[in-house]
């Protein structure tokens, strides 16, 4: 594993422990909580039916009510309101969501017992008939009776905390789903309240039903989006005013919970709470996701004075689930939810009670933390290992990739299955990431990448400086013996040439010529040594290693060539002549690396190669070619088309040489030229044999075949001379070259 990837491996692992922490609920982060909230909201929202629902209706004490009726309303009207809810409109069940745990407030009966102790006390006969105006009068005992014998669940408070002082229980309370001895059998995290705020025991008496409508699960950002359905109070369990309503709404089913296994009675595998046939899956205090339907008025509102008066449309409230509730503003009964910061409390319980009935509820994916630190898990995996082996836009595309496949699966489990999974933080896992690669790509690779480019930009091709800067441990200024291939240009007679120019036009020229050399040589990922006045020196094979180096060098000798006829015709037309260069090339192992003094250093190669490939450029012009090339780079190309040259030894060399003409891919060579390579190579035999009539019968036939080429003529001339005056007897059949 290279540093640039331990380091990206890093980076991703230091990042991944620190949501690790969030995951495992070691510590807790309220931009991940809010990330996370934020996410399930919108799943919600997107998916939200948008429907009305009219199988639950809310009677409004709306301020049409408070208007027409006056506030507080005595406790007769709630009678009547139960009358005519039961005996015209005919509805299946009745909740209400206030409490009444203080006595009638606007009865008469303190008034007539207050005028028999004081002011009428004397009158004859008034404090006999009292008590019997007084249970006429009793707006408690009529709102009892009214309830008695019908579906009505009273709504009533609980309480964590208690205040110094403050009393732990007012009013009464109906009866808990779980007594004592069956709360000791469950091992369950219910939430535990100190006291509660009941219904005058009149009321209380006259149902078997009540529920609370606290909520003590509201989020940190004060949003309703979960509640519980069971709370505990002095070691028994009660339900909330929407589980107790659904229970009166399904005729008094009993209410249990599920357990996975079934004998494992833990919060921890806590499963379901049951209503009958109703399930709803709950966390391990036994709370629910609210399943709101939708906006404000997701239910029929009806004001609870057209109620009273009979005028409200039977058709809506027919075998309906009543909530009595208010939306008045004096009364202050709204929430925050994720639809709206002004939400009315009755209708979240309207929209729990639609979703129990309906089986709508959203639970958290089993093993929920697990899904989590495997999605995170993974998304560190893809990130270190794909990220690094892209480019910034592809970088971006896997990271946009990541994302929405993250929303596909939240949304598709969200939909299809009813489960909520790990969605915003694992996105923002995913953005962190994205950012703490951007942030080590631009201050580390970035910075390695702008050394590089400072030292190679002017001699190697950008996109080699940008393998360069990926792989920045492949690339050393230090010396280095590497199997390599040099090439040497130079334009034949330039010096004639160039006492022709002034120097500003002479500049010219060779920007002209050298500019489109040199890009020739960096297509073919070269690295430019140095420019000689007309010359140019290059290599192949550093600073990154090249296994097809002698190849790249042929490619780039023989354009090289044939890039500079295109300048014939600009050139004319400034009235300069055709330029023609000589190519050497050679290939062995090289010291590569910044090589000079303190005050001056240079990346170059040297050794004997390099002097080689000097050389053979030298010769190009006595053997009438555009490019030579040695044995040992002939020998990395076997794919192409050779033409023997010689067998030399350059000056300052004692062993010989076995140099060629590279011509191109073999498959390009036409088939007359491929025979007429084969007796050259017949003809060269036999004159390094000395069989000198042989040789220059082949040579001679040659230069007739109509492909004349100044090689046959050389060796003619040759054959000629060594005639004259025959070679040793130790004579190799080499070339010998005394100057460069």
Request: glycine fraction near 8%; aromatic fraction near 10%; hydrophobic fraction near 45%.
């Amino acid at each position: 594993m290279t540093q640039r990837i331990a380091m990206r491996f890093g980076i991703s692992l230091i990042v991944f422990l620190l949501f690790l922490g969030q995951t495992a609920g070691w510590y807790g982060h309220t931009l991940l909580d809010q990330m996370e909230a934020f996410s399930y909201d919108a799943r919600l929202l997107l998916t939200m039916p948008r429907t009305v629902d009219k199988q639950i209706v809310i009677v409004d004490m709306d301020e049409k009510s408070l208007a027409a009726e006056g506030w507080p309303w005595p406790r007769a009207k709630f009678a009547e309101l139960l009358r005519q809810l039961f005996e015209r409109y005919n509805v299946r069940v009745v909740g209400f969501d206030i409490d009444f745990q203080d006595p009638d407030p606007v009865s008469g009966t303190r008034v007539l017992q207050s005028l028999a102790q004081n002011q009428l006390a004397d009158l004859p006969g008034f404090a006999q008939r009292v008590p019997a105006l007084v249970e006429q009068l009793d707006g408690d005992r009529a709102f009892a009776a009214a309830i008695a014998g019908k579906p009505v669940v009273l709504g009533l408070f609980l309480k964590q905390f208690l205040p110094a002082g403050e009393t732990a229980a007012t009013g009464a309370i109906c009866a808990p789903v779980f007594d004592a001895a069956a709360r000791r059998l469950l091992e369950v995290n219910f939430t535990r309240n100190a006291g509660y705020g009941g219904n005058v025991a009149p009321l209380q008496a006259a149902t078997p039903y009540c529920g609370f409508f606290d909520n003590p699960g509201v989020d940190e950002d004060g949003l309703f989006r979960h509640v519980p359905l069971l709370q505990e109070y002095d070691g028994q369990v009660y339900p909330s005013l929407a589980l107790a309503v659904t229970q009166a709404a399904l005729g008094n089913v009993p209410v249990s919970l599920e357990f996975d296994p079934p004998d494992v009675k833990t919060s921890l595998n806590l499963e379901r709470v049951r209503v009958g046939q109703v399930q709803a899956p709950v966390d391990g205090q036994a709370a629910i996701y609210v399943p709101y339907r939708g906006p404000q008025y997701s239910f029929p509102y009806l004001s609870a004075t057209d109620v009273l008066h009979g005028t409200a449309n039977p058709a809506l409230l027919k075998g309906a689930v009543v909530l009595v509730g208010t939306t008045a503003a004096a009364l202050l009964d709204y929430r925050s939810t994720p639809m709206s910061k002004v939400f009315p409390g009755v209708e979240i319980h309207a929209n729990i009670i639609s979703g129990l009935l309906d089986g709508r509820i959203k639970q958290k994916a089993p093993y929920y933390s697990g899904i989590e630190f495997i999605m995170l898990l993974l998304i560190a995996a893809l990130m270190s290992l794909l990220y690094p082996r892209l480019s910034p836009l592809m970088g971006l595309a896997l990271v946009a990739a990541i994302i929405i496949a993250l929303i596909a699966l939240g949304f598709g489990l969200w939909s299809g299955a009813n489960f909520i999974t790990p969605l915003g933080i694992p996105v923002v896992f995913t953005l962190a990431l994205f950012l703490s690669q951007m942030l080590y790509s631009y201050f580390g690779e970035s910075r390695g990448k702008r050394e590089i480019t400072k030292l190679f930009g002017d001699y190697v091709p950008p996109e080699i400086v940008e393998e360069m800067a990926r792989s920045p441990g492949q690339v050393s200024m230090e010396g280095d013996i590497r199997e390599m291939t040099v090439l040497f240009t130079d334009v034949r007679g330039f010096t004639t040439i160039s006492e022709k120019f002034e120097a500003k036009e002479l500049s010219e020229l060779m920007n002209q010529f050298l500019t489109p050399l040199t890009g020739v040589i960096r297509k073919h990922r070269g690295t430019i040594d140095k420019y000689m006045g007309d010359a140019i020196m290059a290599f192949w094979g550093a600073p990154l290693e090249d296994s097809q180096h002698r190849l790249h060098a042929l490619e780039a000798a023989l354009e090289m060539a044939q890039v500079l006829r295109t300048l014939d015709e600009p050139f004319a037309k400034k009235g300069w002549p055709p330029l023609y260069i000589g190519v050497g090339l050679n290939s062995g192992p090289m010291r590569v690396g910044n090589m000079g003094s303190d005050f001056r250093r240079a990346y170059t190669v040297m050794g004997d190669p390099v002097n080689i490939g000097s050389r053979l450029e030298g010769l190009t012009k006595q053997y009438g070619v555009a490019v030579i090339c040695s044995e040992s780079t002939r020998a990395g190309a076997p794919e192409w088309a050779y033409r023997e040259l010689d067998l030399v030894k350059v000056k300052g060399k004692s062993e010989p040489v076995t140099i060629y003409e590279p011509l191109g891919p073999k498959d390009a060579v036409d088939a007359a030229l491929r025979q007429d390579l084969s007796r050259l190579r017949q003809a060269l035999r036999a004159y390094r044999a000395q069989r000198w009539d042989e040789a220059e019968r082949e040579f001679f036939g040659l230069s007739r075949s109509g492909r004349p080429h100044p090689q046959y003529e050389l060796y003619l001339e040759r054959i000629f001379d060594l005639r004259l005056h025959p070679p040793p007897a130790d004579w190799d059949g080499a070339t010998v070259f005394h100057t460069k």
